[in-house]
T-cell receptor, first 114, second 113 residues
């Protein structure tokens, strides 16, 4: 079955550590996205990529970094510069060229700072 | 002012009720409207999408768009406990390349036996 796989499901980070969240899709979608979800604030866009080797900052990119070396993969690194990283992180993909502008989401990674 | 406003709820209804979930938006350039359902600790899943003003029906779900009022709604008929989830509206401007979605904050729905 095609879909998006996020791992791990739960992640714990110590203060000052960088952590990387994995996102892999086998839908052959061109575009991929990272969102952060906090209670009462909805989904906020961190980074997005429309094509391999290219990505753009979203609304809350500070303290995060990404790479897009392969079409299938879009990992997100939460750096020590992100002061409030505890949140639910969602990866998504889309293929707007096919006339479907909705996103397919992964099941999310819950990151907690300990 | 946010581009998309959505009543956060929570909304609690008895099983079998008709549920109305609503969003308003300020950007008249939005062309494509969606509703997502998100169960607790899961990713959102696309329920319905529509381009035009009017109604679109899919089983117990009806999506309604009124572009003149900048208002969209999702109606759920004969609501079931399995409908208990957070519902997110989303919308986008169609461009030649990729599109970014603008989401509402979500309405939490509980359908009780």
């Amino acid at each position: 079955d095609g879909g998006i796989t996020q791992s791990p499901k739960y992640l714990f980070r110590k203060e000052g550590q960088n952590v990387t969240l994995s996102c892999e899709q086998n839908l052959n979608h061109d575009a991929m996205y990272w969102y952060r979800q906090d209670p009462g604030q909805g989904l906020r866009l961190i980074y997005y990529s429309q094509i391999v080797n290219d990505f753009q900052k979203g609304d809350i990119a500070e303290g995060y970094s990404v790479s897009r070396e392969k079409k299938e993969s879009f990992p997100l690194t939460v750096t020590s510069a992100q002061k409030n990283p505890t949140a639910f992180y969602l990866c998504a993909s889309s293929m707007p060229g096919r006339g479907n502008y909705g996103y397919t989401f992964g099941s999310g990674t819950r990151l907690t700072v300990v | 002012q946010k581009e998309v406003e959505q009543d956060p709820g929570p909304l609690s209804v008895p099983e079998g009720a008709i549920v109305s979930l609503n969003c308003t938006y300020s950007n008249s350039a939005f062309q494509y409207f969606m509703w997502y359902r998100q169960y607790s600790r899961k990713g959102p899943e696309l329920l319905m999408y529509t381009y035009s003003s009017g109604n679109k029906e899919d089983g117990r779900f009806t999506a309604q768009v009124d572009k003149s009022s900048k208002y969209i709604s999702l109606f759920i008929r004969d609501s079931q406990p399995s409908d208990s989830a957070t519902y997110l509206c989303a919308m986008t401007i169609l461009t030649g390349g990729g599109n970014k979605l603008t989401f509402g904050t979500g309405t939490q729905l509980k359908v009780e036996l």
